[in-house]
């Protein structure tokens, strides 16, 4: 029997409540490696799969990168920004070195079914939840992660060499690694003030 078809069972699990306490996002610009290996990736993969899904549509889809294809994806980067805009030596040497920040990157695809029962919006926050789910997940791992669009998730000519379809768009790319420096706490907001009872 696959494990993913075992039966669920509701158990208490307080240790998830001191890892969401304490999950963080770890900068790309400091990330180094080891990345997770097959296995360990595959772990995050399947919870991130596991996220709600009205209508089991299964509205995403993963793309990864490691190993030589960050640096194909960086040198695609660059030759698209070159057919659209004029790129100094600097700016290129930039992109090219976009995905060469973590070991392993995965962009995370959202699939929007148009003209069905389950709206459009629950689609996108459904991929929104699979990219907040990967993050927990190497988290709990032992990796930090970083959820990033930036400029190349937007681009048209990004997109299409991507082999985006109608109706696809990047909902982030997570940069999953090791720090090469000590996290530091964030400001965090004050719930009274975001907080309201009916």
């Known amino acids: 029997m696959d494990s993913d078809a075992k039966p669920v069972f509701n158990r208490p699990a307080p240790g998830t409540v001191d890892l969401l306490l304490s999950r963080r996002s770890g900068s790309a610009k400091a990330m180094t490696g080891p990345g997770p290996d097959p296995e360990a990736l595959q772990l995050i993969l399947r919870a991130a799969a596991r996220v709600p899904d009205h209508g089991k549509l299964f509205p995403w889809r993963f793309v990864i990168f490691e190993g030589d294809a960050r640096t194909r994806f960086g040198e695609m980067l660059v030759e698209c920004l070159r057919e659209t805009e004029s790129v100094t030596a600097e700016r290129a040497a930039l992109e090219a070195g976009r995905f060469l920040r973590a070991p392993v990157v995965v962009a995370v695809v959202s699939r929007v079914r148009e003209a069905i029962p389950i709206p459009e919006w629950e689609q996108q926050l459904s991929a929104g939840a699979v990219c907040q789910t990967m993050l927990i997940a190497a988290h709990a ?13 937007y681009h048209p000519l990004v997109l299409e060499r991507l082999g985006l379809k109608p109706g696809e768009r990047i909902a982030g790319f997570i940069y999953i690694g090791k720090s090469a420096v000590a996290l530091e706490e964030r400001p965090r907001p004050d719930l009274e003030k975001i907080i309201s009872r009916f």
């Open 141 to 153: 791992l032992g990796f930090v992660a970083n959820w990033l669009t930036e400029w190349y998730a």
